[in-house]
T-cell receptor
Framework: DQQVKQNSPSLSVQEGRISILNCDYT??????FLWYKKYPAEGPTFLIS?????DKNEDGRFTVFLNKSAKHLSLHIVPSQPGDSAVYFC?????????????FGKGTHLIIQP | KAGVTQTPRYLIKTRGQQVTLSCSPI?????VSWYQQTPGQGLQFLFE???????NKGNFPGRFSGRQFSNSRSEMNVSTLELGDSALYLC??????????????FGQGTRLTVV
């Protein structure tokens, strides 16, 4: 049972436009969410996170929005750049400390078109 | 500050063999987690170690095991390898067990191919 879902395996966006990556979760126990970016042959790198007590967190070109009632979060990248082409993973954490592992979605492959 | 180091980077094994993968976390990080990445299943949590103790385990068979040493370095072992174990195995470290506000830093992974 996939508790964190990224329903779009891939997304193509023109350079300079906004990229919106979506993530849905089913378990209301999750209280902390993260986005990771992964290039081929490299490990995921942390991008941005959000606590469930917030509905928005912004870091430069990256903004994450959280809609708890809909159990939905999204990552906005604006403007999109060629270096943003990568696989993006949404992840969620249970409360009670970091002893629990991250639960990841299957990823969305973002392709930035020149 | 050195990042998370995983060795080896690539490995080819035959079915039925066993394999040991190594992970050295970022200096000072005491929490080490292991993940399996496959094209069909994405990133799946294997287990996490903190201070030499397994704190949590994902839904993997007992053929997958791990341990952590006093210097926080961790190893994972897969016995009786199956073709389906072919994957990228990623190790992640965090500074404390209170990971709510600390992100995990990943190594480059070990690409295991079982033939």
């Amino acid at each position: 049972d996939q508790q964190v879902k990224q329903n779009s395996p891939s997304l193509s966006v023109q350079e300079g436009r906004i990229s919106i990556l979506n993530c849905d979760y089913t378990n209301s126990m999750f209280d902390y969410f993260l986005w990771y970016k992964k290039y081929p042959a490299e490990g995921p790198t942390f991008l941005i996170s959000i606590s469930s007590i917030k509905d928005k967190n912004e870091d430069g070109r990256f903004t994450v929005f959280l809609n708890k009632s809909a159990k939905h979060l999204s990552l906005h990248i604006v403007p999109s750049q060629p270096g943003d082409s990568a696989v993006y993973f949404c992840a969620a954490v249970y409360p009670g400390g970091g002893a629990d592992g991250l639960t990841f979605g299957k990823g969305t492959h973002l392709i930035i078109q020149p | 500050k050195a990042g998370v180091t995983q060795t080896p980077r690539y490995l080819i094994k035959t079915r039925g063999q066993q394999v040991t993968l190594s992970c050295s976390p970022i200096s000072g990080h005491r929490s080490v987690s292991w993940y399996q990445q496959t094209p069909g299943q994405g990133l799946q949590f294997l287990f996490e170690y903190f201070s030499e103790t397994q704190r949590n385990k994902g839904n993997f068979p007992g053929r997958f095991s791990g341990r952590q040493f006093s210097n926080s370095r961790s190893e994972m072992n897969v016995s009786t390898l199956e073709l389906g174990d072919s994957a990228l195995y990623l190790c992640a470290s965090r500074s404390t067990s209170q990971g709510r506000n600390t992100e995990a830093f990943f190594g480059q992974g070990t690409r295991l191919t079982v033939v």
